[in-house]
């Protein structure tokens, strides 16, 4: 979740790099699209409640040192005090994230798999990523 507004308040500057952000989530669609009503995000939410998407990419499960030991901790802190809390849509909460840009041809041009539930890059660093792809 704190990602997800992350990637909100970034949305304007990863845009104007040359990037479209859309948000995949492994519950049903309604759950994403609760979700991203919630965070009010200006990008589409889509659903993956079959994780076909999680395999095709080969995004892992954590395990609990992943999902709830000493490397989450401060993410969690800096969650917490950006008003977050831990709470479930019925989603896979072993279930890690990843972060892709994908060019118009379909080539995966950057991948980053979280090696922890909050591990994620800052939109920065996707930026920097779109404006050197523009680069090239």
């Known amino acids: 979740r704190e990602y997800l507004e992350a990637l909100r308040e970034g949305a304007h500057d990863i845009e104007d790099a040359g990037g479209q952000i ?9 759950q994403a699209q609760t979700l991203c009503d919630r965070f009010n995000v200006p ?3 889509l659903a993956d409640p079959k994780k076909g998407g999680y395999q095709a990419f ?6 609990a040192m992943q999902v709830m030991g000493p490397a989450t901790w401060a993410a969690g ?11 479930t849509y019925g989603e896979d909460v072993y279930q890690l994230s990843a972060t892709f840009i994908i060019d118009h ?6 991948a980053r798999y979280a090696k922890h539930s909050g591990d994620h ?8 990523v779109l404006r050197n ?3 090239r």
């Open 105 to 110: 041809d379909g080539v995966v041009r950057y």
């Open 133 to 135: 792809m523009d680069a």
């Open 22 to 30: 859309v948000a995949v989530a492994h519950g049903e669609p309604k």
């Open 58 to 63: 080969d995004i892992k499960r954590g395990s």
């Open 43 to 45: 990008f589409p939410c």
């Open 121 to 128: 890059p800052k939109a920065t660093e996707l930026v920097e």
């Open 77 to 87: 802190v800096r969650a917490f005090r950006k008003g977050h809390r831990i709470e």
